[in-house]
């Protein structure tokens, strides 16, 4: 896609009248200010090889949505990231299932693909279904022949590391998985295998003109139930842009994200005047505490025993991330530098090494 909204009309169609209005009502902003114009990316910690290109396509004027998504195919295409794309770790039956969504701010639009198999670049394909369908959502069987159609080549996904992992895991198997009994409390062991290994990237970016863009790319739980669909493809769940105020993308506990809508949070926090990274915690805040009705996901200590983490940018360029737990880190390009930075956190994380000695 061309950069087809200069600055011109984006003043013309009062998004920038608008967006203007709500960061000056604003009073939390506490993130760097940063000069109308000045672009910058985020991402998911795995993602500092996306926002360096995504800024390097930026710098040329490109539409920032072309920009994260060139960002986001270097880690799809990458056989050694195992949480996105071609090298992704499968579902419970060993195939290879990914999510994606994208978000275009100038247009308000957005496209999204959900459980596709053999087909390594899910945002592309995303992509296409904001820009060549009516539709906002394709899944499964149907997502894969919109995009043989549009010429992508099915390819086996599974390199042999993953598989290798799948098999281990699966002659592991024991109670350790995603399904319930029907008395979920009576049952022995633990369930979800969650915490074993899951992953993606999200990239936001804002470009010169003050234009959002967003990208979230996965393949999802390791060793899901075949069909599952997690937050990544979800727009308001792991991805959500509106151009008048910001954009915002997760990564973490899935679920946990649907059942919060939790990016559309964030950037709603944000239009009411929190700082990207307020936003981002007062989503987790606000997760956390709905929680509390489900026991199983929660430590002793009452608190969700999953990791999800925000990635935020607004409308003036300030950019924050946040995670449920310590130690998490994001990816930032703010035009001069790209690095990972410490992400903003609800809890603590307990230090292992003072509970054993
Ligand atoms: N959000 C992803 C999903 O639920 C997983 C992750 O980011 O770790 O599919």
Request: glycine share 12%; aromatic share 8%.
């Amino acid at each position: 896609m061309s950069n087809k909204y200069s600055r011109r009309d984006f003043i013309k169609t009062g998004i920038g009248v608008s967006a203007a209005a709500v960061l000056s009502s604003g009073k939390n902003l506490i993130g760097t200010q940063r000069n109308v114009g000045e672009m910058c990316v985020v991402a998911s910690g795995n993602g500092l090889r996306a926002t360096e290109k995504a800024m390097e396509l930026l710098k040329q004027e490109k539409d920032p949505l072309d920009a994260v998504i060139a960002g986001v195919n270097i880690v799809e295409d990458d056989p050694e990231d195992r949480s996105v794309g071609y090298g992704g770790l499968p579902n419970e039956e060993g195939v290879v299932e990914l999510d994606s969504s994208v978000m275009h701010g100038p247009t308000h639009n957005g496209g999204a693909v959900a459980s596709l198999r053999n087909i390594k670049n899910p945002s592309k394909v995303a992509k296409l279904v904001m820009e060549r369908t009516d539709h906002a959502l394709l899944v499964g069987e149907g997502a894969l022949r919109f995009a043989k159609a549009h010429g992508f080549k099915e390819e086996n996904l599974l390199t042999d590391r993953a598989r290798e992992r799948w098999l281990s895991r699966k002659e592991r198997l024991s109670d350790r998985d995603f399904w319930f009994p029907p008395r979920p409390e009576e049952a022995e062991g633990e369930f979800a295998s969650f915490f074993e290994f899951h992953g993606t990237i999200n990239c936001c970016a804002i470009d010169a003109h003050a234009n959002l863009a967003g990208v979230t790319t996965t393949s999802g739980f390791f060793f899901k139930i075949p069909g599952r669909v997690g937050d990544s493809p979800i727009i308001g769940a792991g991805l959500f842009v509106d151009n008048d105020v910001g954009a915002a993308g997760s990564t973490g506990r899935g679920e946990a994200n649907i059942l919060n809508c939790g990016s559309f949070l964030v950037v709603n926090f944000m239009g009411m005047g929190s700082s990207p990274e307020e936003a981002c915690l007062k989503a987790l805040k606000k997760i956390a505490e709905k929680t509390k009705c489900q026991p199983h996901l929660l430590n002793d200590e009452g608190r969700p025993r999953f990791g999800l983490q925000f990635y935020a940018i607004n409308k003036k360029g300030e950019f924050g991330g946040a995670s449920m737990w310590s130690g998490g880190q994001f990816a930032v390009h703010d035009g001069k530098e790209n690095k990972l930075r410490p992400c903003a956190y609800l809890f603590k994380r307990p230090d292992k090494s003072k509970k054993n000695s």
